[in-house]
């Protein structure tokens, strides 16, 4: 066989023998951050009794236009309505009707939103939640900068263990990311009306926790000889 013909004929061994040296490597990282929550959302509730469904549904009514005007007229105050529900109630023996209706609330600025709340209870409906949770855009963008964190850690464990088996990084075969979680919310118990007046009720307090964002990752590298 002439020796170019020889050499050419080698080359396929020599990129096989240098494949076959290569190793595979799966691991897989978890980064978490702490994050101030940016937003207050509140669920509040107008309720009443009576003796027919009629009267029910015109207090519930009067009772939510007039706390949506409040609302409206509350700066940085995102509103919208909840369920509305009007059932017969005969506990007491009588035919009694009982019916009511929420309002979701949230803003960023938690205290316009807690003096909010605190009219609205004096007007006689009652807190049914009230949240600190991230927002959607802070919510992606701290879970970026967790991807980022395990990203960079994960790469260090790869260059630890290239280190370790006398190889070094060839690069990576596939990496999976995790789906962004939606916005964590830190939950209060529900609140109830106190028994002195509605009148005298101050206004509620709500203070925040930071909150935690994780992100993994996981990844599959070639280790190639050095």
Do not use: C
């Not at 020796?3 to 023998?17: D, K």
């Not at 949230?106 to 807690?114: E, R």
Request: zero cysteines; glycine letters at 6%.
């Amino acid at each position: 066989m002439p020796r170019f013909l020889y050499a050419i004929a080698l080359l396929p061994w020599f990129a096989a023998s240098a494949h076959a040296t290569d190793i595979h490597l799966s691991l897989g990282e978890t980064a978490t951050i702490m994050v101030a929550p940016d937003e207050l959302a509140a669920s509040i509730r107008s309720e009443a009794v009576a003796g027919t469904p009629a009267e029910v549904q015109k207090r519930v009514n009067e009772a939510i236009r007039d706390a949506l005007a409040a609302a409206k007229e509350t700066a940085g105050v995102t509103v919208s309505t909840g369920g509305y529900s009007v059932w017969r109630s005969n506990q007491t023996g009588a035919d009694r009707w009982q019916g009511g209706q929420s309002l979701n609330l949230s803003s960023h600025d938690g205290a316009a939103l807690l003096k909010l709340i605190g009219i609205l209870q004096q007007k006689g409906l009652a807190i049914s939640g009230l949240n600190w949770r991230l927002s959607a855009e802070t919510a992606r963008k701290a879970h970026q900068e967790a991807t980022h964190r395990a990203l960079a850690a994960l790469r260090a464990r790869v260059d630890e263990a290239a280190a370790a088996l006398d190889l070094k990084f060839g690069q990576f075969a596939s990496v999976r990311l995790d789906s962004a979680a939606p916005p964590q919310m830190r939950s209060m118990a529900p609140m109830a009306m106190s028994s002195v007046g509605a009148s005298a009720l101050p206004p509620p307090s709500a203070a925040p926790e930071d909150t935690p964002v994780t992100a993994s990752v996981e990844a599959d590298a070639i280790l190639i000889p050095r």
